[in-house]
């Protein structure tokens, strides 16, 4: 692995300084291109090519009733996609005369291959974090002691939710045809939750560890599960994601001729008002197959994580003005506290239909687990307890309760103060340390758990 990012990061610092530095301004452009393909191929080869290879099967079969087409064995280096984004972003900002090009390599050496992003994230840009490493850190006292706070509340989020979760998301997803209804809403919910700890948590890890050197870095969640509208959610999951695509993807393709163009054709033939909504979404269709096509060279993916989240928000977009007229007819109180837990409990449940996707082997599966969980006729399992000693035993799944407890109230805070940490250090020291070892207990007692990998890392 980090070979690849090494030789990524000199493909980038050389594709930067000859597009900006050489007189022949020609030869730099090819030089800047070379290099940025240079560092795209690896991953379309390890991530992407048999997703193609894959379709060039089904049609052959399709069409000669045979398949002369292998797919690769190859196996991608852990984290490719969060480092070759990154590094593509540097040339990207220097294309787009955001930023200088770094001359100094070690500076630029730094940025590229900073150790605690390199895995899972989260993105960050050069002209934030490369500065960074200019000029000497400065060791705080403070920093320090909160950078190993934030890391025992990531490792408490991985070790304690998303280790535990996993013997049950394991359970029901390796045999949902076993169960049905109740069972496998119960099933999504556990892989919502062990998701969010698991990658959450990492970042926590992360933030923590460049706290702790004297850096900053951006953030990555913002308790994405208190969103009232899938807009809002991708605000707060997976931030730094959804800002480069926008970034580097949707208005890039905006401002592209090819938008500009079917804009002006569309607004000749059908006016103003068709033309901005046609440019709009297929830009939308375009940034969410790239996020749903990042995550993994599958159907499951670009459904699942990407087109699926596109139709919600264009469909949200397009009935806005009928909901709205719905709510006036039965007035109903849009700013009361029930009106935005009802918005918060829809936008969950559609995530969670994505998550499906996401967790399951393929799209043909996906589609026959939801339609086995609509399957309710075993409520009781709810109120007899059976339900959450799946895959567990009590102890586990009281201590499971508890963490998930301490989780919520966490993101409440987050959600009201923009950071729990903000409400948390100002209470008494007491109560401070009551919860430290409260979470180290919790962490000492999950250590018989086998620690599963992170599951962005796969990404």
């Known amino acids: 692995m980090v070979g690849y990012i090494f030789a990524a990061a000199v493909c980038a610092y050389i594709g930067a300084i000859a ?69 593509l972003s540097y040339m990207l900002d220097v294309n787009y005369g955001i930023i200088e090009p770094e001359k100094n390599f070690l500076h630029f050496i730094c940025f590229a291959m900073y150790f605690p992003q390199l895995l899972s994230g989260p993105f960050n840009r050069y002209k934030e974090l490369g500065s960074q490493f200019k000029s000497p850190r400065i060791f705080n006292e403070v920093d ?16 304690v939710i998303a280790d535990r979760l ?87 393709f905006l401002r592209s001729k090819l938008s500009m163009n079917l804009g002006n054709w569309t607004k000749k033939k059908y006016g103003k008002k068709v033309s901005k909504n046609v440019t709009l979404y297929l830009g939308m269709f375009v940034i969410w197959f790239a996020v749903g096509f990042w995550h993994g060279g599958a159907w499951k993916y670009i459904i699942g994580s990407g087109l699926l989240h596109c139709f919600y928000i264009c469909v949200g977009q397009l009935c806005n003005p009928l909901f709205q007229k719905i709510n006036k007819f039965f007035k109903v109180n849009t700013d009361s506290y029930s009106f935005h837990l009802f918005q918060r409990i829809r936008t969950v449940a559609l995530v969670c239909v994505g998550f499906v996707f996401f ?10 687990y939801l339609k086995r969980s609509l399957m309710i006729n075993d409520i009781g399992m709810i109120f007899n307890g059976s339900l959450f000693t799946i895959g567990i035993n009590v102890t586990s799944a009281v201590i499971l309760a508890i ?27 007491v109560f401070r340390y009551l919860v430290y070892w409260l979470l180290v207990l919790l962490i000492v007692l999950s250590l018989n758990l086998s620690t599963e990998e992170f599951l962005y890392m796969q990404f």
Not at 144 to 159: A, M, T
Not at 208 to 231: D, M
């Open 19 to 87: 597009l900006k530095k050489l007189q022949d301004k020609r030869i730099g452009k090819i030089i800047y291109i070379v290099m940025f393909l240079l560092i795209l191929a690896p991953l379309f080869v390890f991530k992407y090519a048999n997703f193609f290879l894959q379709m060039a099967q089904n049609i052959q079969q399709a069409v000669l009733g045979q398949n002369g087409i292998d797919l690769l064995t190859v196996v991608a280096p852990v984290g490719i996609s969060f480092y070759t984004l990154t590094i």
């Open 144 to 159: 320090i002691y909160d950078g190993f706070k934030r890391i025992l509340w990531g490792v408490f989020k991985k070790k």
């Open 166 to 252: 996993s013997l049950v998301v394991a359970e029901i997803f390796n045999n949902y045809q076993s169960y049905q209804g109740i069972y496998l809403i119960y099933g999504i919910i556990c892989f919502a939750f062990q998701l969010y700890a698991d990658f959450s948590g990492y970042t926590d890890m992360v933030l923590g560890a460049s706290q702790i050197l004297g850096i900053t870095i951006s953030e990555n969640f913002k308790a994405p599960f208190h969103a009232r509208t899938v807009t809002e959610y991708w605000r707060r999951w997976h931030i730094t994601l959804g800002a480069w695509c926008k970034d580097y993807i949707y208005y890039p």
């Open 359 to 368: 967790r399951s082997n393929d799209v043909p599966s996906s589609l026959l």
């Open 403 to 429: 963490a998930i407890i301490l989780l919520i109230i966490c993101d409440v805070f987050t959600y009201r103060y923009e950071d729990a940490r903000v409400w948390f250090n100002k209470q008494g020291i």
